[in-house]
């Protein structure tokens, strides 16, 4: 897609100058940089979700269902007049177009990113959740063939590992936003320009994750 550290810097900068909030920073980042959708999501305070529903069965942890998605592509000045529209809105990121999601705990998820950084084995974004689960982001249709990768790998049963995949349909909220009101979501490994716009296939990190994920939960 032809993106730069100027392009980078530039967004940045432009949000500085413009007194731009570090969600609008964040969004144009996603979208103009690493070709990501997003969609505004909603926030959660003392319990209760701002989308409105009393009974909302996932508070501060799901796109608002009249908000539109901002696309791939879409400017700082673009995503600064879209996210004017709500005001407080969470980042969220669809699952399944440009990357899936593998998921463990944050503590196996962490320990298996230093041995996949050790081995020099390519690895995208990987974000930490404030309810401890790591999002590792892998390319898009990986979700789906999770169980085949595991059993193929020895793993009979995918749900002993505490380990699962989130391809289309699924939303991940993105740093720098709260999730459920618990907490910011962290990057532990951010986007960067060789890894964001394509991220690496699931076999090559879901061996060692599957091997952590199980020693994690052995030790439980």
């Known amino acids: 897609m032809g993106f730069t550290i100027g392009g980078i810097r530039e967004i940045r900068s432009g949000a500085r100058r413009r007194g731009r909030s570090s969600e609008c920073t964040a969004v144009a980042e996603f979208t103009g940089l690493w070709g990501w959708d997003v969609v505004p999501g909603a926030r959660a305070a003392a319990g209760a979700c701002s989308c409105g529903r009393a009974e909302c ?8 269902d009249f908000a539109p998605q901002v696309p791939a592509g879409a400017t700082l000045d673009e995503v600064s007049k879209a996210w ?3 005001p407080g809105a969470a980042v969220m990121l669809p699952v399944g177009q440009a990357f899936d999601v593998v998921e463990v705990s944050e503590a196996a998820g962490r320990r298996a990113l230093v041995r996949l950084e050790r081995m020099g084995l390519p690895l995208g974004p990987v974000a930490a959740t404030p309810d401890g689960r790591a999002h590792f982001f892998v390319g898009p249709g990986s979700a789906a063939e ?3 990768l595991l059993y193929r790998m020895g793993w009979d049963d995918p749900s002993a590992l505490d380990l699962s995949g989130l391809g289309p349909g699924a939303y991940v909220t993105a740093p720098p936003s709260d999730r459920g009101g618990l907490g910011p979501v962290r990057w532990l490994r951010p986007p960067a320009l060789d890894s964001a716009t394509a991220p690496p296939a699931a076999r090559l990190v879901l061996g060692t994750l599957a091997y952590v994920a199980h020693r994690s939960r052995a030790r439980a």
């Open 146 to 148: 999770l169980p085949r």
């Open 84 to 86: 004017s529209e709500f």
């Open 57 to 64: 069965p996932a508070p501060g942890a799901h796109p608002l």
